[in-house]
């Protein structure tokens, strides 16, 4: 076990090495969304090696020992803490029709639905706006900025990482008084995260030539489709 242990560390110092050194490079693309590519690189190589090592591991066990009614519970539990910023940003939007939606929703789940384990109110037709920060900022007309890969939290764009930050300092769990269980419940979260995105890293080890590049268009994709598409208007990040 100590020897798996430390083979998986020296792993880990590998892998934060390159993002190091990758940091310092150039790739000499021409995509003007991203002009830090070589930093960029450096630390999808490192996310790359962390999940490797330690969260795709963590994401596999959870995801086997946790049946499906208390996984599905997890999600919803963190999706209606969630909740507090997207009402914070439905009223900087101007969007109070979907602030009395949401807050709703909150009201409900919380309630009825057992602190939010149950998502009762998706079944009674009050569907979340998932309002974000990122959002509130291209609503007032701030750029996107270049396109940001974060360490841990995957792509973005400046815009994003900065609405990214103020989101969480909204959220409840933030302002728990108990270290350990804010620590807990904020490393179960992330956990739960992960192991609904294992499908999609498996369908990304298969499909993509260039991960980093297939990430990159996949995110921006995303995000315009969700401009054109959405029924409640969203923008890219």
């Given at each position: 076990m100590k020897n798996r242990f430390v083979a998986k560390f020296r792993i880990l110092l590998v892998g934060i090495g390159m993002t190091l050194l990758s940091a310092c490079a150039t790739t000499g693309g021409l995509d003007?969304?991203?002009?830090?590519?070589?930093?960029?690189?450096?630390?999808?190589?490192?996310?790359?090696?962390?999940?490797?090592?330690?969260?795709?591991?963590?994401?596999?066990?959870?995801?086997?020992?946790?049946?499906?009614?208390?996984?599905?519970?997890?999600?919803?539990?963190?999706?209606?803490?969630?909740?507090?910023?997207?009402?914070?940003?439905?009223?900087?939007?101007?969007?109070?029709?979907?602030?009395?939606?949401?807050?709703?929703?909150?009201?409900?789940?919380?309630?009825?639905g057992l602190l939010g384990?149950?998502?009762?109110s998706s079944e009674a037709g009050l569907p979340s706006s998932k309002a974000d920060f990122g959002q509130t900022l291209a609503h007032w007309g701030v750029g996107s900025g270049p396109y940001l890969v974060m360490p841990f939290f995957g792509p973005g764009t400046v815009r994003y990482a900065a609405g990214y930050a103020v989101d969480g300092a909204l959220s409840p769990l933030m302002y728990l008084d108990n270290d350990l269980t804010k620590a807990g419940l904020l490393s179960l979260a992330f956990i739960?995260?992960?192991?609904?995105?294992?499908?999609?890293?498996?369908?990304?080890?298969?499909?993509?030539?260039?991960?980093?590049?297939?990430?990159?268009?996949?995110?921006?994709?995303?995000?315009?489709?969700?401009?054109s598409g959405s029924e409640f208007r969203d923008f890219p990040e």
């Open positions: 003007e969304r991203d002009p830090w590519e070589g930093f960029n690189r450096g630390v999808f190589s490192f996310n790359e090696t962390m999940d490797n090592v330690l969260f795709d591991p963590i994401s596999k066990v959870y995801d086997f020992i946790t049946p499906d009614f208390l996984d599905n519970g997890v999600t919803n539990f963190f999706s209606n803490i969630a909740q507090v910023p997207v009402i914070a940003n439905d009223i900087l939007q101007l969007k109070f029709d979907q602030a009395v939606n949401d807050t709703v929703r909150l009201f409900l789940n919380s309630t009825f384990f149950l998502d009762i739960d995260i992960k192991s609904g995105l294992l499908s999609a890293v498996d369908l990304l080890e298969e499909a993509a030539v260039d991960k980093y590049e297939f990430t990159k268009n996949a995110y921006f994709e995303k995000r315009a489709s969700k401009i």
